[in-house]
């Protein structure tokens, strides 16, 4: 019997899987100098929206990294359309093992993605695998305000609760070795356009489904939109533009 995979039902085809478009990815870009970046990673690429962006971008190979090899398939099929096929190669790992695979890194470009081995956790293991003066560009969900409204602390306190504030991870950036260039928040647009007016529609269809674990997750997709239409901009996705140190 074939076992519905929550994750494909959900989220398979869809160009976005977070919040972000190709014009914060190229805003985000602009943060650093310019310069020759031989050896550019992007850990937890997922379909690569952005992989994409910074292979046309940047005009040289981007290394994409991700566990889930449905996800890799449809970057390289996106890839070859949009025809810099050439200038992305995929590799089915976790992004832990990056410094197991890689050396004299000049960007690791990593969009909504660290927190899946933690924030910290993930500077610190993947510092040695840059280049001395290498460049890291990091995307963390992060609070925004000291306060924010009781249902958002409380979806956050199971949904994600090692999220920290905008200062506390730049201590932690600072204490795993690197240097702050700059930071750039996403706008609430960015987490409406192309990913949650795709997304609703998309888990409201799943929430009758058979298979009990796909109904599960739609209906905590569901909640999280709505956790996000009552945030009152408390927290958003931050990119941490950083130097190695």
Sequence with gaps: ???????????????????????????????????????????????????????????????????????????????????????????????????????????LWSEGAAYNIGFSNALATWAPALDANGFAVVSELSWLKEQAPAQVKEFFRSGYPDMQSVQHNIELAESAGYRLLGIYTLPRQAWVEGYYDVLAPRAMSLLDHADPSVRAFAAETIREIEVFERSEDSYGYVFYVLQRA
Aim: with cysteine.
């Design 1 to 107: 019997m074939n076992v519905a995979n929550p994750v494909d039902l959900l989220f398979g085809g869809m160009e976005k899987l977070g919040p972000g478009g190709n014009a914060h990815t190229v805003q985000v870009l602009r943060f650093l100098p310019a310069t020759e970046f031989r050896v550019v990673v992007d850990a937890g690429c997922g379909t690569g929206r952005q992989t994409i962006a910074l292979a046309r971008e940047l005009g040289t190979v981007v290394h994409a990294v991700d566990f889930h090899a449905p996800f890799l398939a449809e970057l390289e099929r996106r890839a070859r359309e949009a025809k810099v096929g050439h200038l992305v190669r995929a590799h089915c790992m976790d992004m832990k093992d990056i410094p197991d695979v890689f050396r004299n890194i000049d960007l």
